[in-house]
């Protein structure tokens, strides 16, 4: 069972201590309505990254004017980022999704307005705290302010990267922030971040808090996309860095576990870092920041709950929850990015063998399930009719269809204990919510990152060593050559559907704009196998919604400018 950790990090904090925003303005004053109560906000700060409100998941939202289960920061973070991308398709027509999937997004797309209010609400709450404790030097509150301001340059990096030129402000004010354009922000965020780096702890006091290694993964991220941002590399930064990560206290996480003489399944180690007990099997030491998730103390339609039930179908293996959504699959690309297509189309099996199959502990995918009362395994010396009577099997279609098998499952997030025999017995405090951690940053990225800054540097011994390390761990064995195309499906390998996709595609080129030579299920409304097609340019950032444009005189003509 989970450690109860509310007095670290509660998500159920005393009294919400900022007004709900409404999407057609900006982010009220929070200090004009209750008392400052320092640890409660302190504990909302952090509560942010996993909670839409204030009183749990059917209640309110921080945001009005939005359905307060997708309003959390990580859903409407992760939506964004994966939704439009070859990772998988969501079949249902959920309001803003339409037009994410198939790249055609404006201002008032209900998902794109939410993540921007939502990311400055989260701003609000952190200048809040900060300038109620300005004037304090006591060492508590000194590392609480700095954790503050960590948490604020999340945010405000987000902007930056999926918003561009945005409204900057370090203190809750009346007035309307003055907008700060995208290399302006970035170098206010690196100066913020390298100190930072000096003032923030060098190991943190839970496991749910930031150190100082958490700043210097979010520079070698800066780094790593500064071209981007501001036109200029800064590659030697990024494995500089990166580096710093590398050989910090947080390491690759390599231990399985296995119960296959006890009849059950062996976990692999990467699989436990989506697991049920992802805060206690050891994965937690990869783990740079995780978000909190219980399935008694933290519940939201935006977390861990999201992320497994939303792939998973009531006919499959138990995932931790029995509440299955059967609305996220895999797209033909995706399974790609570990099988050729002609040779997927006669794979036949599910999650827990199917990385040995495929030869990557990475692969947790799924192609073939029973009616899910007996979970037998599937016999390959057995005639098939047999075997597939009261099973669905999996088409690899790509055509942009409703149907949750036109494509493979994808079974990476797992509520399931890694102790449990079987996934029958995961061992969850609740039934249908997953007690599964959310591992934000983790160390892998800082791998990834060194390889790719090395590779752009010419140095590809360099770039493919970093690159052993996560294959190693993946027990992936197959020779490889480091190229663009080889590094930009790395990237997906290890990172995906953890909401991070879209940075990487637009930061190969790969996403908007002219010489884009990849296509993907729903990319310009096209189907898979369509030539790849000429995106607008517009679509690696997304709009400022009109209302705060209209609101606030400083942010006059940015979509414009944008392409919006």
């Given at each position: 069972?989970?450690?109860?950790?509310?007095?670290?990090?509660?998500?159920?904090?005393?009294?919400?201590?900022?007004?709900?925003?409404?999407?057609?303005?900006?982010?009220?004053?929070?200090?004009?309505?209750?008392?400052?109560?320092?640890?409660?906000?302190?504990?909302?700060?952090?509560?942010?990254?996993?909670?839409?409100?204030?009183?749990?998941?059917?209640?309110?939202?921080?945001?009005?004017?939005?359905?307060?289960?997708?309003?959390?920061?990580?859903?409407?973070?992760?939506?964004?980022?994966?939704?439009?991308?070859?990772?998988?398709?969501?079949?249902?027509?959920?309001?803003?999704?339409?037009?994410?999937?198939?790249?055609?997004?404006?201002?008032?797309?209900?998902?794109?307005?939410?993540?921007?209010?939502?990311?400055?609400?989260?701003?609000?709450?952190?200048?809040?705290?900060?300038?109620?404790?300005?004037?304090?030097?006591?060492?508590?509150?000194?590392?609480?302010?700095?954790?503050?301001?960590?948490?604020?340059?999340?945010?405000?990096?987000?902007?930056?990267?999926?918003?561009?030129?945005?409204?900057?402000?370090?203190?809750?004010?009346?007035?309307?922030?003055?907008?700060?354009?995208?290399?302006?922000?970035?170098?206010?965020?690196?100066?913020?971040?390298?100190?930072?780096?000096?003032?923030?702890?060098?190991?943190?006091?839970?496991?749910?808090?930031?150190?100082?290694?958490?700043?210097?993964?979010?520079?070698?991220?800066?780094?790593?996309?500064?071209?981007?941002?501001?036109?200029?590399?800064?590659?030697?930064?990024?494995?500089?860095?990166?580096?710093?990560?590398?050989?910090?206290?947080?390491?690759?996480?390599?231990?399985?576990?296995?119960?296959?003489?006890?009849?059950?399944?062996?976990?692999?180690?990467?699989?436990?870092?989506f697991m049920g007990d992802n805060c206690t099997n050891g994965a937690q030491d990869e783990a740079i920041l995780l978000i909190y998730?219980?399935?008694?103390?933290?519940?939201?339609?935006?977390?861990?709950?999201?992320?497994?039930?939303?792939?998973?179908?009531?006919?499959?293996?138990?995932?931790?929850?029995?509440?299955?959504?059967?609305?996220?699959?895999?797209?033909?690309?995706?399974?790609?990015?570990?099988?050729?297509?002609?040779?997927?189309?006669?794979?036949?099996?599910?999650?827990?063998?199917?990385?040995?199959?495929?030869?990557?502990?990475?692969?947790?995918?799924?192609?073939?399930?029973?009616?899910?009362?007996?979970?037998?395994?599937?016999?390959?010396?057995?005639?098939?009719?047999?075997?597939?009577?009261?099973?669905?099997?999996?088409?690899?279609?790509?055509?942009?269809?409703?149907?949750?098998?036109?494509?493979?499952?994808?079974?990476?997030?797992?509520?399931?204990?890694?102790?449990?025999v079987k996934p029958e017995t995961y061992e969850g405090q609740d039934p249908a919510w997953p007690d599964t951690d959310i591992p934000?940053?983790?160390?892998?990225?800082?791998?990834?990152?060194?390889?790719?800054?090395?590779?752009?540097?010419?140095?590809?011994?360099?770039?493919?060593?970093?690159?052993?390390?996560?294959?190693?761990?993946?027990?992936?064995?197959?020779?490889?050559?480091?190229?663009?195309?080889?590094?930009?499906?790395?990237?997906?390998?290890?990172?995906?559907?953890?909401?991070?996709?879209?940075?990487?595609?637009?930061?190969?080129?790969?996403?908007?704009?002219?010489?884009?030579?990849?296509?993907?299920?729903?990319?310009?409304?096209?189907?898979?196998?369509?030539?790849?097609?000429?995106?607008?340019?517009?679509?690696?950032?997304?709009?400022?919604p009109n209302s705060d444009v209209i609101a606030n005189p400083n942010l006059a003509g940015i979509n414009d400018a944008n392409g919006?």
């Amino acid at each position: 069972m989970k450690k109860n950790i509310l007095s670290v990090l509660s998500c159920a904090v005393a009294a919400l201590l900022m007004t709900a925003c409404s999407l057609d303005r900006t982010p009220d004053d929070p200090s004009i309505y209750m008392e400052f109560d320092q640890d409660a906000v302190f504990s909302k700060v952090y509560a942010t990254f996993a909670m839409p409100g204030q009183t749990g998941p059917d209640g309110d939202s921080d945001i009005e004017g939005i359905d307060g289960g997708t309003s959390a920061f990580y859903r409407m973070l992760w939506e964004l980022n994966e939704f439009p991308t070859e990772e998988g398709w969501w079949v249902w027509g959920d309001p803003g999704v339409a037009d994410l999937r198939i790249m055609n997004w404006d201002s008032e797309n209900a998902l794109v307005k939410g993540l921007y209010y939502r990311l400055f609400i989260d701003v609000t709450l952190c200048n809040h705290f900060l300038d109620k404790t300005e004037d304090q030097t006591d060492e508590k509150t000194l590392t609480q302010r700095a954790e503050v301001r960590f948490v604020r340059a999340v945010n405000y990096y987000y902007l930056l990267d999926m918003y561009g030129q945005v409204p900057f402000s370090l203190h809750v004010t009346a007035e309307a922030p003055k907008a700060k354009t995208r290399a302006e922000l970035f170098a206010w965020l690196e100066e913020e971040l390298l100190d930072l780096e000096a003032k923030l702890p060098a190991t943190r006091l839970s496991i749910y808090r930031v150190d100082k290694v958490a700043a210097e993964l979010l520079l070698a991220r800066l780094y790593l996309n500064a071209e981007v941002y501001t036109g200029t590399a800064r590659w030697d930064d990024a494995i500089k860095y990166a580096d710093l990560v590398m050989k910090s206290q947080y390491k690759i996480y390599t231990t399985p576990t296995d119960h296959t003489g006890e009849g059950g399944y062996k976990y692999s180690a990467y699989q436990k870092l989506f697991m049920g007990d992802n805060c206690t099997n050891g994965a937690q030491d990869e783990a740079i920041l995780l978000i909190y998730q219980d399935g008694n103390f933290c519940q939201a339609w935006g977390g861990a709950r999201f992320l497994v039930s939303s792939f998973r179908d009531a006919n499959w293996m138990p995932a931790g929850s029995t509440d299955t959504w059967s609305c996220f699959r895999s797209s033909p690309e995706m399974v790609e990015h570990f099988v050729d297509l002609t040779t997927a189309a006669s794979i036949k099996d599910h999650e827990y063998n199917m990385p040995a199959l495929l030869g990557d502990d990475r692969a947790i995918l799924c192609s073939y399930y029973d009616n899910g009362t007996t979970h037998k395994e599937w016999d390959k010396e057995l005639n098939d009719s047999v075997e597939v009577s009261n099973a669905h099997e999996w088409d690899l279609k790509g055509t942009k269809s409703s149907e949750m098998y036109d494509c493979w499952g994808e079974c990476k997030w797992t509520g399931v204990y890694s102790t449990a025999v079987k996934p029958e017995t995961y061992e969850g405090q609740d039934p249908a919510w997953p007690d599964t951690d959310i591992p934000f940053f983790r160390v892998a990225e800082a791998y990834l990152t060194y390889a790719e800054a090395s590779f752009r540097k010419g140095d590809v011994t360099a770039a493919a060593n970093a690159i052993k390390v996560l294959r190693d761990r993946a027990n992936n064995t197959a020779p490889f050559t480091v190229t663009e195309d080889f590094l930009l499906d790395e990237w997906s390998r290890e990172f995906w559907l953890e909401g991070r996709r879209r940075i990487d595609l637009v930061r190969f080129g790969q996403f908007a704009g002219p010489g884009v030579t990849r296509n993907w299920e729903g990319r310009g409304n096209a189907k898979s196998g369509d030539a790849p097609k000429n995106m607008d340019k517009k679509y690696n950032i997304f709009p400022i919604p009109n209302s705060d444009v209209i609101a606030n005189p400083n942010l006059a003509g940015i979509n414009d400018a944008n392409g919006y």
